[in-house]
Structures are given as C-alpha cells and as structure tokens.
C-alpha cells in the first residue's frame, strides 16, 4: 500500500506564493521520478513539473521561471514552490510519483490539493 500526501495548496491573490509538498509512504520500492500534475474545470489534466531521482527536472513552459520543483530523497517527498501566481494557474493539483518494485513499474497519484489564484 503506497499512499501520498499533498499540502500547501489554498487561495492566494495574483502575485503571491505558495508552496506544495508531497509526501510518499509505504511499500514504494525505488522512486524513479516524482512530479506535479495539475486539471483546471473543463479541461485536460497536464504536467506542471517533474524531478528524477537524479535530480534532472522538467516544467511546463507555462510555468518555467515561475514554479520549481524540488525532493527530498530521504524523506521521499517532493515540492513545488510556486512564485508569481497567476489566475490561469488555478486548478487542483495531484501529486505523481514513479516507482519500481520487483521488476514492476508503478504509477501512484495523490487525492490533489487545490490553488484557487484570485485577480
């Protein structure tokens, strides 16, 4: 049983902060990846930013200068500072980890928190 545990999200005026974390737990085995996914109403869930476990990272091109993504490895958690908040970014945002256990590939995902970014 593997669960995750997203905090941080909230309501915050345009230009403002806020700071996403994620905390993975129980039978994960090896982490290969870990991101954040965000769905706004109406439309499609997309990739905000994700780290490997080498630390390589990779953020949308709407969020690039703005968000970064950052893990702790010890403590299998994952965060997303997000800076220059904008309405468009209001959405609920679900955590994403990748894992390997056995030779098997896995994909969990967290219950999502929600940013509400007001003008």
């Known amino acids: 049983q593997v669960q995750l545990v997203e905090s941080g999200g909230g309501l915050v005026q345009a230009g403002g902060s806020l700071r996403l974390s994620c905390v993975a737990s129980?039978?994960?085995?090896?982490?290969?990846?870990m991101g954040w996914y965000r769905q706004a109403p109406g439309k499609q869930r997309e990739l905000v930013a994700r780290i490997t476990s080498g630390g390589s990272t990779n953020h949308a091109d709407s969020v690039k200068g703005r968000f970064t993504i950052s893990r702790d490895n010890a403590k299998n958690t994952v965060y997303l500072q997000m800076n220059s908040l904008k309405p468009e970014d209001t959405a609920v945002y679900y955590c994403?980890?990748?894992?390997?256990?056995?030779?098997?590939?896995?994909?969990?995902w967290g219950q999502g928190t929600q940013v509400t970014v007001s003008s």
């Open positions: 994403n980890v990748e894992t390997i256990l056995s030779g098997v590939l896995y994909d969990y």
């Open positions: 129980g039978s994960i085995g090896s982490i290969l990846a």
